[in-house]
């Protein structure tokens, strides 16, 4: 593979921190993962330390190294993993969890914190889904990070550089904003199982609770991107570059919008240069964001990409930001297809959700993607959402067709059609969002709402729905909604190759008591050991105005912004 790369660092590993970063998952996703280069280059940004890559072998190869006890090794050097100082994981899928079990029984590591020892090496585990909440994996980890890796990782290096023992380190690192010791802590339980408190142990410094590490501005630092090109990933050689980190516009669903508050953009300069320095290397660029348009100069920025030769491949667009402008951009520079997420077809739901923009002002953007060239586009629906009811399935089928004849109309002057895929979720309630007291729809109820959309949409030409599965969003909102008391089931699961549901019941797990249990009375919530700078209150209004189908109008301008949503206190 290091054959086909470029832009990877193979340094010494003398008188050097060793750190062995994993992507549990196969290189074709890992590669493609901007958070995962981000921290490698970070890592290997310091001249004192040594980062290699790590990922889960394809099947067929993981299969044999299971059958000869072989252990897994790095991609850069080939040294075993347990010869490393810190054995460091980027997740960020719920699904991965198992997979970082078997990336730590290749390694030949035991697998709960518990039973290793100053021998073994450090395991460290962030990313996206762990700073929502660790608490799935909180027996697995020596420390998790949580947070953003610019502020992470220096604090990691500065601690590991003053300490001479383990406890040493850790007890270091516990005193750190962003770095959750699970082992530092009690958990009591109530009679009904629910969580009354976490309770610091004395004597190792952890905080009653650990406040997340983030940027306070943007102003001095790279944007993320893409450092390591190679063909053998899911984007290909593609250039990726974030360009704003947050979103104003508060979702109740969306645990991105509310996690990477404030709003920040990147230096336009930098992400430019960045861009040029990388076009030997890449044709397409793929722009990373929840809020692409919120960048003050990203009229400029799509222009010059434009302009470098790039083709330019934005994330899921806010509807309410698109621009003629902007879309012109886009379709000059090559793109055929664009991704929107009207969610549902209703917009009394859609207020529910606050999901800021009708129906009319999702046509008017469909006939302005569609009479500005565009072939193909892809729409993200939720189904299982507060107060739906039939009708609202009946909305996405009928916005869903409306969108359909405009592409259509444009698509009989141009002599070619395209086509619109849906993809349709249920909603997982996730923590950290106004939702994360609320149960999941019961799964027959969601099943059955999933047939009926299927039978609504199975017969619209050039219309093509993906939707996935009751079952799947159960065992996915057990690991997003769970504690530390679903580490035997994940243990289960990877041990019988993912069968969720013989998992749970081999493990006592009682998935029902995490998804389907009101959580308003709860006296704490497993995610809120991490404070991720939003209020409860803010939650509990935001929860009541979504009762009454309110809007929460976002806040555009920087200022206001940081005014209302001071998260980084």
Known sequence: MLSREVGYVRKPHENRLRIALAFPNTYFVGMSNLGFQTIYRLFNDQPHIVCERVFLPPKQELQSLIESGARIVTLESQ???????????????????????????????????????????LILVGGAVTFVNPEPLALFADVIAAGEGETLVPSLIEVAQSSGSRPELLRGLATRRGFYIPAFYDVEYAADGTIVRYVPQEGTGAPAVVKKAA?????????????????????????????????????????????????????????LELAKNAREHSARTGLVSIALCDHPDIEHILRSLKDMGYTISPASLRLDDLTPTIVSLLRESGERTLTIAPETGSDRLRRVINKTITNDEILDRAELIF????????????????????????????????????????????????RIIGSVNPLVPKPGTTYQWMAMEQSDIIEQRMKRLRALVSD???????IKSERHSYYQALLSLGDRRVAPAIEAAERNGGQWRRAVQESGVDGDFYIFRERSQ???????????????????????????AEWTLPAKRAKDNARLFPVLS
């Open 79 to 121: 040294t075993p993993v347990s010869d490393f100082d810190v054995f460091a994981f980027s997740v960020s899928f719920e699904w991965d969890y198992t997979n970082v079990l078997t990336l730590l029984r290749l390694a030949g590591l035991p697998l709960r914190a518990a039973d290793r020892t100053a021998d073994h090496p």
């Open 215 to 271: 940027l306070k501005t943007t102003d001095a630092v790279d944007p993320p991107s893409t450092t390591i090109f190679t063909p053998d990933t899911e984007f290909g050689s593609r250039f990726l570059i974030e360009v704003v980190r947050g979103c104003a516009n508060l979702c109740r669903f969306c645990w991105a919008g509310y996690n990477y508050l404030p709003v920040r953009a990147f230096p336009t300069d930098r992400i």
């Open 460 to 466: 619209i030409d050039n219309v093509y729905f993906n």
């Open 522 to 548: 709860d006296a704490m919530l497993p995610w809120d050991i991490i404070d991720g700078g939003m209020k409860a209150s803010f939650f509990r209004s935001e929860l009541e105005k979504s009762s009454r």
């Open 371 to 418: 009479s500005s060239g565009f072939e193909n586009l892809k729409l993200y629906y939720m189904i299982g959402l507060p107060s739906e009811t039939d009708e609202d399935l009946v909305a996405i089928r009928d916005l869903t067709l409306q969108i359909r004849d405009i592409m259509m109309r444009h698509a009989k002057a141009r002599g070619r059609v395209g």
